[in-house]
């Protein structure tokens, strides 16, 4: 058995890359969110951007409307687009489901 030892700065570099909820890029439909920018067929997120999803009708507790998106503020929880009844862990806000927790 090999044991591969990083030193401790690589070790904390590496969490923190694995620790960080880094957005990705999403879809575009029109204009770009706030906090995001245009590349190709693709919003992609400025590093301090909060996560965004499309609008369908109002947006959910916790986001506001940017363009043809919906933007987390500060202390929204994650959101998915409603399909039926929210999972286990959600409840619904119009044509969405929020994270409880």
Do not use: D, W
Request: aromatic letters at 10%; hydrophobic letters at 25%; one cysteine or more.
């Amino acid at each position: 058995m090999i044991l591969v030892r990083f030193p401790l700065a690589l070790s904390a570099l590496a969490l923190g890359i694995v620790g960080a909820a880094a957005q990705q890029p999403i879809p575009r439909n029109g204009s770009c969110p706030s906090g995001y920018y245009s590349s190709g067929n693709y919003c992609v997120p400025n590093s301090n951007a909060q996560p965004a999803i499309e609008r369908n009708g109002s947006c959910p507790s916790g986001y506001y409307s940017s363009g043809n998106y919906c933007v987390m503020t500060s202390s929204g929880k994650p959101a998915i687009h409603r399909n039926g009844s929210c999972p286990s862990g959600y409840y619904s806000s119009g044509n969405y489901c929020v994270q409880s927790r």
